[in-house]
């Protein structure tokens, strides 16, 4: 069975195994840098204890500071990566599934460009 992570219309499918690895990396980041207070840390934890397999946790909040997302997404990631705890295929996936979610959640992070006619 797989699980997700959501960013409005971006989703990263994984193992359940992985994604909660990642869910858990990350709540534990966010807590560190930020206090358990922070509203990224409290998101983060509350997915954590209401995970489960097959989940599709959604990182989407109106009021969530999408840099502060994208930092611990990011840093999870890349702890992740350094450790010897995922396979082959996770690693895969960790550089691959996993970096592209990153960027697309950073991207929402920057404004938008604009065009000036000529």
């Not at 992985?18 to 990224?40: N, Q, T």
């Not at 990153?102 to 929402?108: D, I, L, Q």
Request: glycine share 6%; with cysteine; aromatic share 8%.
């Amino acid at each position: 069975m797989s699980s997700a992570l959501a960013f409005y219309d971006h989703i990263c499918w994984g193992t359940n195994a992985a994604v909660h690895d990642i869910l858990g990396r990350a709540a534990s980041i966010a807590a560190e840098r930020y206090g358990v207070g922070d509203p990224v840390s409290q998101l983060l934890a509350c997915e954590l204890a209401e995970y489960w397999g097959g989940k599709v946790v959604n990182l989407s909040e109106a009021d969530l500071p999408v840099d502060q997302l994208f930092e611990v997404l990011t840093a999870a990631r890349e702890q992740a990566c350094a450790s010897d705890e995922f396979t082959t295929m996770g690693r895969s996936w960790l550089t691959d599934a996993m970096a592209t979610f990153c960027k697309e959640v950073e991207t929402a992070t920057k404004p938008p460009r604009r065009t000036v006619p000529k």
